[in-house]
């Protein structure tokens, strides 16, 4: 049975921030977040451990969300800044991961199968 996404959970379109190319930013100036490194495509074997990683920049310091299948994975030790670590993957681990970052001044998302 399929549950519904909740309200906050992001689309299945993939939407990636970048900045136009010979823009540069000061350090202080308030920006948007921007994903600087997208997630990869990924396989991993059964059992084995595997690290999301992402770059994001904006300012002020975007917060990342990580949702499994559009849910909102709770925070954990398997998040860290900029990554999510799955340990001892399994079959059910298989999901489309969403990697949501946000600041006041917008967000973006990116997702990886």
């Known amino acids: 049975m399929s549950q ?4 906050n959970a992001p689309s299945k379109r993939a ?5 136009p190319a010979g823009k540069t930013v000061s350090p ?23 690290r999301l990683r992402v770059s994001v920049s904006g300012n002020p310091e975007p917060q990342l969300s990580w949702y499994r299948n559009e849910e909102l994975l709770p925070p954990s030790e398997a998040q860290e800044p900029g990554g999510l670590w ?3 993957c399994r079959t059910s681990d298989a999901a ?3 990697c949501v970052a946000a600041n006041g001044l917008g967000e973006t998302w ?4």
Do not use: N
């Open 4 to 7: 519904a996404p909740g309200p």
């Open 15 to 19: 939407r990636v921030s970048q900045l």
């Open 28 to 50: 202080d100036e308030p920006t948007p977040p921007c994903f600087v490194r997208k997630l990869r495509k990924a396989a991993v074997g059964t059992g084995c451990d595997i």
């Open 86 to 88: 799955i340990r001892d």
């Open 96 to 98: 489309l991961y969403t």
């Open 110 to 113: 990116i997702l990886m199968t």
